[in-house]
């Protein structure tokens, strides 16, 4: 039995592509199981099977996850979790007066960041 290699290679091409299942391979509950993601295109909304949105950000896989309530992540929503850091910000002031004064502030300040995993 022969087969068109034109006609196999965009068919791989275009699963590779599914953004569901590009986040599931950020997530060790989604990476590591049987299931794995896809989108649920036939759906009026898609939406990524078995993926979900925790109301702190975090991005969890149902069906290994027994704790895993949010809201679905629609097909073509790739995310990655979000890190926040504390970064030192320095700010110097200097007068240019008789008795000059100079002072120097360090503050942290709150830094947004987006990291694979």
Do not use: H
Not at 20 to 45: D, E, H, V
Not at 79 to 100: D, F, Y
Request: with cysteine; net charge negative.
């Amino acid at each position: 039995m022969r087969f068109n290699l034109t006609v196999l290679l965009p068919l791989l091409a275009v699963a590779t592509e599914d953004p569901c299942a590009q986040m599931c391979s950020y997530i060790s509950g989604c990476s590591n199981s049987k299931f794995g993601s896809y989108c649920k295109s036939w759906l009026s909304n898609p939406v990524c099977f078995g993926l979900a949105k925790k109301s702190d950000g975090s991005i969890c896989f149902q069906p290994t996850d027994s704790d895993c309530r949010g809201e679905a992540i629609a097909c073509g929503t790739v995310s990655t979790p979000i890190v926040t850091t504390t970064e030192a910000v320095t700010s110097t002031s200097t007068t240019a007066e008789a008795g000059s004064t100079s002072s120097t502030t360090t503050e942290a300040v709150p830094s947004t960041s987006t990291t694979a995993q």
